[in-house]
């Protein structure tokens, strides 16, 4: 697609629940980001892939987060016992990150998010 | 630890107004500087990306400045419309990672 795209937009969930949360970053985007936003407030980074990769989960809050991207492109994240804390937008970005001389890929471009509602 | 501020939190001009938001970071050792526009309910889109050895970037009618050794970008706007009405987030890449800290935006709000 022209775009990162999230499924699904909205997750409604009870408390104690898994949920999965998925990314697919733009085609040929080596790396994804995985970050948190509560109401009001900026993104909050959550992990890093570089490829396959996890080059960065140092923003996961507890080992009840885990994210894969086992083929280098589409990405998942796992929370487990969910609680009504974990509640917010789930965003996904994706960069070049290719180090090409003169040229900027480090650009983040966003999906639409994942409104997640643990009740 | 990283911490990144804006100021204003919010900002109402009438149209037609130049407008400048700020962004300030503790931590000087920046790998980039990156401005997003998000729209309500939306996702972020990216404006301006300023690397760590560069001053300044500029498109459109849009000018984003990095003075790294003081910890202060700012995103000057010229000729404000009312479309350009959202928050406004600045994010900093950390140097030698890839941890990327926001700040908790700017609400622009441009008046017809």
């Known amino acids: 697609g022209a775009g990162v795209s999230q499924t699904p937009s909205n997750k409604v969930t009870e408390k104690g629940k898994y949920v999965e949360l998925r990314c697919d970053p733009i085609?040929?985007?080596?790396?994804l980001y995985w970050y948190r936003q509560s109401l009001g407030q900026g993104p909050e980074f959550l992990i890093y892939?570089?490829?396959?990769?996890?080059?960065?989960d140092s923003g996961l809050p507890n080992d009840r987060f885990f994210a894969v991207r086992p083929e280098g492109s589409v990405s998942t994240l796992k929370i487990q016992r969910t609680e009504r804390g974990d509640s917010a937008v789930y965003l996904c970005a994706s960069s070049l990150n290719r180090g090409l001389a003169g040229v900027n890929t480090d650009t983040q471009y966003f999906g639409p998010g994942t409104r997640l509602t643990v009740l | 630890k990283q911490e990144v501020t804006q100021i204003p939190a919010a900002l109402s001009v009438p149209e037609g107004e130049n407008l400048v938001l700020n962004c300030s970071f503790t931590d000087s050792a920046i790998y980039n500087l990156q401005w997003f526009r998000q729209d309500p309910g939306k996702g972020l889109t990216s404006l301006l990306l300023?690397?760590?050895?560069?001053r300044e970037q500029t498109s459109g009618r849009l000018n984003a400045s990095l003075d790294k050794s003081s910890g202060r970008s700012t995103l000057y706007i010229a000729a404000s419309q009312p479309g350009d009405s959202a928050t406004y987030l600045c994010a900093v890449r950390q140097a030698g990672g890839f941890k990327t800290i926001f700040g908790a935006g700017t609400r622009l709000f441009v008046k017809a």
């Open positions: 300023i690397q760590s050895s560069q």
């Open positions: 085609s040929g985007h080596t790396a």
């Open positions: 892939f570089q490829g396959t990769g996890a080059a960065d």
